[in-house]
C-alpha cells in the first residue's frame, strides 16, 4: 500500500508539508484540530472544540527524517527504551522513526478516522535486526471530542517479546500542582535517580522530583489539573503497564530538543506493555494496544 491521494481525503482533512517539510495530515472539524505527521505517524496536537491544547510539544522539538519528535504521542514499539536486557537501538524502537503510509481516511459525523500502516520495506531504519522481519502494524487514529488510539502488531511467522507505548505527552498548566489518580497500590518500578526498584503507589501520584516510572496497572488514570482547571482521563485496553514521565529542571536542561523551563507544562502518561508487562506474541500471533484520551471541565 502507499499513501493515499491528497484529493480523496474527506472534508476537514488535509495533507501538505509540515515543520521541517516532513509530510503532514491536519484535521479541521467542528469536534476538534488536529495534526499527525507521517514520520513516526506522529499525533503533534489535537484540540478539542472549546478546550486548550491536549497535547504538549516542545518548542525546540526537531522535525527531521532520522529524529523523533519531542512531545505529541510518540509510537514506542517494538521495544520500550533500550529493551527489556538494554542495549537495543534506537532508544523506544523503530517505529517513531518510520515514514507510516496514510491508508485510509473517512469522516463518521464529526470525528475523523485515520489509518496509518508501517511499510514493509524499511531499509535503513536503524534497530530493525532487533525485530522479526515480517513484523506488521497498523495504527488507527479517531480524532473528535475524543482521542481514540489503536495499534495493532502481528508478528507473522516468527516470535517476539513485544514492548510498546502510546508515549502521550499532555499538556499540563503546572505539573507540580498536578496529581493523578487511578494508580494507588500499583506496584512500580523507579527508574529515576535514586528510585528503588519495586515500589508500591499509595494515594495518588504527585510531583516534586525527576519521575521516571513503569507501573503494574490495567485500570484507567485521570489527571486532576487544578491550574488548567480540568482533568484528563486516559482509558486503555491491551496494556498491563502505565508510564509516567516528567524530566524535571536538571534532565530537561540536558535534552537538546526540550526548552529548560518547559518542564512545568508537560506530563507524560503512557498505556503501554514494558519490562514485566511485556507481552509475548507465537508465531501468527498479534496484539492491540488501545487507548482513549478525553477532557472534562467541569470540575
Known amino acids: 500500500m502507499s499513501t493515499i491521494d491528497a484529493t480523496a481525503l474527506p472534508q476537514g482533512v488535509s495533507l501538505a508539508a509540515g515543520s521541517g517539510g516532513l509530510p503532514c495530515v491536519s484535521v479541521t472539524t467542528p469536534a476538534c484540530t488536529a495534526q499527525v505527521y507521517l514520520h513516526g505517524a506522529h499525533i503533534t496536537s489535537w484540540v478539542p472544540d472549546g478546550q486548550q491544547p491536549v497535547l504538549w510539544c516542545s518548542s525546540q522539538a526537531t522535525y527531521s527524517a532520522d529524529s523523533a519528535i519531542r512531545g505529541g504521542v510518540p509510537l514506542c514499539a517494538p521495544w520500550f527504551g533500550p529493551g527489556r536486557t538494554g542495549g ?40 530493525i535486526e532487533h525485530a522479526p522481519a515480517d513484523l506488521q502494524a497498523t495504527y488507527r487514529v479517531r480524532l473528535g471530542a475524543e482521542l481514540g488510539m489503536e495499534l495493532e502488531i502481528a508478528t507473522p511467522t516468527q516470535a517476539l517479546e513485544l514492548e510498546n507505548a502510546l508515549h502521550a505527552y499532555l499538556h499540563v498548566g503546572d505539573v507540580r500542582t498536578v496529581t493523578l489518580q487511578g494508580l494507588d497500590g500499583a506496584r512500580y518500578a523507579d527508574k529515576a535517580p535514586g528510585g528503588r526498584a519495586v515500589n508500591a503507589q499509595s494515594g495518588p501520584v504527585e510531583f516534586r522530583r525527576e519521575t521516571d516510572r513503569v507501573y503494574a496497572s490495567t485500570e484507567s488514570v485521570t489527571v486532576v489539573d487544578p491550574t488548567l482547571a480540568r482533568k484528563i482521563l486516559v482509558t486503555k485496553d491491551g496494556s498491563h503497564s502505565t508510564i509516567v514521565w516528567n524530566p524535571w529542571e536538571r534532565r530537561a536542561a540536558e535534552m537538546s530538543d526540550f526548552g529548560d523551563d518547559e518542564w512545568t507544562q508537560m506530563l507524560c502518561v503512557e498505556p503501554g506493555n514494558a519490562l514485566k508487562g511485556r507481552v509475548d506474541l507465537a508465531p501468527g500471533e498479534r496484539h492491540t494496544l488501545r487507548a482513549t484520551i478525553s477532557v472534562d471541565s467541569t470540575q
Open 88 to 127: 537495543k537501538e534506537p532508544a523506544h524502537g523503530y517505529f517513531r522513526l518510520a515514514e507510516w503510509e496514510l491508508t485510509q481516511a473517512d469522516r463518521d459525523g464529526d470525528d475523523v478516522l485515520l489509518v496509518f500502516t508501517l511499510p514493509t520495506e524499511r531499509g535503513g531504519l536503524p534497530g
